[in-house]
Nanobody, 120 residues
Framework: QVQLVESGGGLVQAGGSLRLSCAAS????????MGWYRQAPRKQRELVAA???????NYADSVKGRFTISRDNTKNTVYLQMNSLKPEDTAVYYC??????????????WGQGTLVTVSS
């Protein structure tokens, strides 16, 4: 059974930083596409950043240059370093693990989410 446990959320002032962690069990993160998504009140969930099994990364335009996704395979943990935070970054942040076999998604697991609140 795959479990993803996020941590590191909290309240921070605009311009501050936070680092989110996603500890995985039941799956090997280096074999997956690992992503961070967020959902703000009354908005759809959106992709923030992702890292593939070959370490390619992609970011939402709104966070490029401010957020960095990384992983530590020895700890089976994915991180999201968030700098220069803005009030519009306020959301619940979710960790996601996906795996594909060809065009078929064979894994799609979510964490419970961690709340990030950025005050102005």
């Amino acid at each position: 059974q795959v479990q993803l446990v996020e941590s590191g959320g909290g309240l921070v002032q605009a311009g501050g930083s936070l680092r989110l962690s996603c500890a995985a069990s039941g799956t090997t993160i280096s074999s997956n596409v690992m992503g961070w998504y967020r959902q703000a009140p009354r908005k759809q969930r959106e992709l923030v950043a992702a890292i593939t099994s070959d370490s390619s990364t992609n970011y939402a335009d709104s966070v490029k240059g401010r957020f960095t996704i990384s992983r530590d395979n020895t700890k089976n943990t994915v991180y999201l370093q968030m700098n220069s935070l803005k009030p519009e970054d306020t959301a619940v942040y979710y960790c996601n693990a996906r795996r594909y076999r060809g065009n078929v998604r064979t894994l799609d697991a979510w964490g419970q989410g961690t709340l990030v609140t950025v005050s102005s």
